[in-house]
């Protein structure tokens, strides 16, 4: 059974980087859509970044991008985000998920099957 665990949240100051860690455990396939979403107090969770786990694609939501990078690696079994210059407004609770279906739609919240229990990121003004 394939299961995801984050780590490396915590309280940032603004303008401040931190890097997530998402560790898959069990088998995976190069096929699987792994993605990062968010949820704020009071907020809807949305779509932060995704890639493939070929790590041909990669896409961002606007709000973060030229400020997060996200990647991966096969032989850790393990994906990442890279958040550079964070603003308050990016406090939230972080997912990584997998979409194991293929169903080629990244930023859906439906297309994710497989979810992580989420790391809290504070960024302070």
């Known amino acids: 059974q394939v299961q995801l665990v984050e780590s490396g949240g915590g309280l940032v100051q603004g303008g401040g980087s931190l890097r997530l860690s998402c560790a898959a455990s069990?088998?995976?396939?190069?096929?699987?859509?792994i993605g990062w979403f968010r949820q704020a107090t009071g907020k809807e969770r949305e779509f932060v970044a995704a890639?493939?786990?070929?790590?041909?694609?990669?896409n961002y939501a606007d709000s973060v991008k030229g400020r997060f990078t996200i990647s991966r690696d096969i032989t850790k079994k393990s994906m990442y985000l890279q958040m550079n210059s964070l603003k308050p407004e990016d406090t939230a609770v972080y997912y990584c998920?997998?979409?194991?279906?293929?169903?080629?739609?990244?930023?859906?919240?439906?297309?994710?099957?497989?979810w992580g229990r989420g790391t809290q990121v504070t960024v302070s003004s």
């Open positions: 998920a997998a979409d194991r279906r293929d169903t080629n739609d990244y930023a859906s919240l439906l297309s994710y099957d497989l």
């Open positions: 069990g088998r995976t396939s190069r096929r699987y859509t």
């Open positions: 890639i493939r786990w070929s790590g041909v694609r990669t």
